[in-house]
């Protein structure tokens, strides 16, 4: 199994340009869910961020990859990524995260 990467953003801009922005950034999102490198996502509450849960080959391939998120394109946004490997999941993910 590839190895899962947890990815906080963290908005720097207000929110108005956020959402100048959001719909490139969904479309961006949907195109790596169809690719299945994308896992999860969502805003973070309050919402002031999101969160991606993503596969990668690498720390370096997942840097890259979150490179081309139009929020860090356009300097929305930064971006911590949080490498994990995943020891124990809830019984429907077992398959997902340790390929049971």
Same mark, same amino acid.
């Given at each position: 199994? =590839? =190895?899962?990467?947890?990815?906080?953003? #963290?908005?720097?801009? =207000? /929110?108005?340009?956020? $959402?100048?922005?959001?719909?490139?950034?969904?479309?961006?999102?949907?195109?790596?869910?169809?690719?299945?490198?994308?896992?999860?996502?969502?805003?973070?509450?309050?919402?002031?961020?999101?969160? %991606?849960? #993503?596969?990668?080959?690498?720390?370096? @391939? !997942?840097?890259? /990859?979150?490179? #081309? $998120?139009?929020?860090? %394109?356009?300097?929305? &946004?930064? !971006?911590?990524? %949080? =490498?994990?490997?995943?020891?124990? @999941? @809830? $019984?429907?993910?077992? $398959?997902?995260?340790?390929? &049971?």
């Amino acid at each position: 199994m =590839p =190895p899962i990467y947890v990815a906080i953003l #963290t908005y720097i801009r =207000p /929110l108005e340009e956020i $959402d100048a922005h959001v719909e490139a950034h969904i479309a961006w999102l949907r195109q790596h869910y169809a690719a299945g490198t994308f896992l999860l996502s969502g805003r973070r509450v309050p919402r002031t961020g999101g969160v %991606i849960l #993503t596969r990668g080959e690498s720390l370096e @391939a !997942v840097e890259a /990859l979150l490179k #081309t $998120d139009p929020f860090h %394109i356009h300097g929305l &946004a930064t !971006v911590e990524i %949080i =490498p994990l490997q995943v020891a124990m @999941a @809830a $019984d429907g993910l077992k $398959d997902m995260f340790l390929g &049971a």
